[in-house]
């Protein structure tokens, strides 16, 4: 396999760990409390979470938590209807991390989300975890990969995560009536997120997929750890018939 091959396929796969972080570990267990992991699995998670995108999770909640509380409105972090997709999609991480540092939306929007001495010592440092992640990626790989990899990884994270908050906000089919859209491609490349506007119709289900035909690696990854005794489901229901939002986003 040649070196630039190698580097794609490795940073590709390290997107699609961090994806699976950030939709079922951030989104869907804590932001949304669609379902509740067990501690090794918490653990395991906050790890590749620190490594591979550097967030701090009360920061992730709190912002996110914020967009359904004032969705395209006044008050959202990243309102592409206000100010249009094209520059959520290019101002995403300075619209995040300016959120993020507003102590006042963290207090608020993050309360249940409490930080311990790992945190404090450890995963709070996101520049130790992402160097970290790179120089595992550099001494397993080699340089050239390593550093290509990662180089791979953080635009397509990054690019995969403002698309969901950009064009998954102005593109796609509505099946239900809010602002956000369905879209089959972004929802293979973020782990299920490209299921927008069904994700904004029930927030509270661990399911972003609505129909068998919709692809949703999240959910399957939740269905695993529950095959495993890893995961319990807040509403068992919900994952079973998503055919009607139980309310409103
Ligand atoms: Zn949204
Ligand atoms: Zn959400």
């Known amino acids: 396999m040649s070196t630039l091959l190698l580097a794609l396929v490795v940073g590709l796969a390290v997107t699609i760990l961090a994806n699976v972080c950030t939709t079922v570990y ?28 550097g967030i701090q999770p009360q920061q992730w909640v709190a912002v996110h938590r ?101 064009i998954g906000h102005h593109f796609g089919r509505r099946r239900y009536d809010n602002t956000a859209g369905n879209l089959h491609w972004l929802a293979f490349l973020t782990a299920g997120e490209g299921w927008h506007n069904n994700h904004h119709a029930v927030p509270t289900s661990p399911r972003l997929s609505h129909r068998w035909y919709e692809f949703d690696l999240g959910w399957l990854v939740i269905r695993g750890l529950r095959a495993l005794g890893l995961a319990q489901l807040r509403e068992p229901a919900l994952a079973r018939n998503q055919t009607a939002p139980r309310r409103a986003a």
């Open 26 to 53: 951030l989104h869907r267990a804590l932001a949304h409390h669609a379902l509740t992991l067990a501690p090794p699995v918490v653990f395991v998670f906050r790890v590749l979470t620190w490594l591979t995108t």
């Open 66 to 166: 914020k967009h359904h509380a004032f969705t395209g409105k006044e008050g959202d972090p990243h309102p592409a209807e206000l100010v249009g997709w094209k520059t959520v999609q290019l101002k995403n991480v300075a619209m995040y991390r300016r959120e993020a540092r507003n102590e006042v939306t963290v207090a608020r929007y993050a309360k249940d989300i409490n930080e311990d001495a790992w945190d404090r010592r450890l995963f709070d440092h996101s520049v130790w975890g992402l160097t970290l992640g790179v120089v595992f990626l550099v001494v397993v790989f080699g340089p050239v990969v390593g550093l290509l990899a990662a180089f791979v990884h953080a635009n397509l994270y990054l690019g995969g995560s403002a698309a969901v908050n950009a």
